[in-house]
């Protein structure tokens, strides 16, 4: 665990108010609200949207790219599309100065569940891009099309995986196709004991959803 180390003077930032600064060469969010003092990482666990630059509301703080939610205090997700918790810091008054150490004393569990055993909710997202949308060709990832993957334990130390994933449209025609895809690739990993894709609609999905890698392969700037 890092060492603390002086950001900002006290009254450097107004109270409710946000600012960047680095610790051990990592960039980190700092937040000021209610005489407290918290920090997370400025990065979006999404897709690394710069949280710093997002709209700070109360305890809340909203990605400017496409508007996950993270709890200031625990950098935990609260809305789509983020679905894991980003890392929080130390943070501690002392001298005159904000001082912040990274890593806390508690990191909250990730909001998308990652698992004891070897397999996390990171392993499956990478599974779910060899998942490509038949008309787009591009992975359902990147289209943001998955809104949560849940896992929990199965017999023999394996996992039960459960997918909540939307559809570009009620009526896309390559609905089963992704369905049955999502569930042969994640379903063929060794400590997997099923798979469960759940279609979710609400909220829709809408094009502001797709990371910038899609955005690229699909020629949208
Ligand atoms: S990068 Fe933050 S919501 Fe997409």
């Known amino acids: 665990m890092s060492e603390f180390q002086r950001v900002a003077g006290c009254g450097e930032l107004a109270d ?10 990592e ?11 918290f920090a997370l990482d400025d990065v979006c666990t999404h897709d690394g949207g710069p949280l710093a630059d997002g709209e700070l509301a109360d305890h809340t703080i909203a990605c400017p790219r496409h508007g996950a939610k993270f709890d200031i205090r625990t950098g935990a997700a609260l809305t789509m ?9 130390r943070v501690k008054i002392e001298d005159g100065g904000v001082w912040v150490a990274l890593g806390g004393d508690d990191q909250p569990a990730e909001a998308g569940g990652a698992a004891a055993g070897g397999l996390s909710e990171d392993h499956v997202r990478e599974m779910l891009k060899e998942v490509k949308d ?5 992975n359902v990832v990147d289209l943001g099309l998955i809104y949560g993957v849940t896992l929990e334990p199965a017999e023999g130390g394996k996992q039960q995986v459960s997918i909540d994933m939307t ?10 196709q992704l369905i049955g895809d999502a569930k042969r690739v994640v379903g063929g990993h060794p400590d997997v004991a099923g798979v469960e894709v759940r279609i979710v609609m609400d909220p829709p999905w809408s094009p502001d959803r797709m990371t910038d890698d899609a955005r690229d392969q699909l020629g949208i700037f």
């Open 27 to 37: 960039m980190v969010a700092l937040f000021h609200v209610g005489g407290e003092y």
């Open 167 to 176: 559809m570009t449209s009620p009526a896309c025609p390559a609905g089963p």
């Open 134 to 138: 038949p008309e787009l060709f591009v």
């Open 16 to 25: 409710p108010g946000k600012m960047l600064v680095e610790v051990d060469g």
């Open 81 to 89: 599309p983020a679905v894991r918790a980003t890392r929080s810091h």
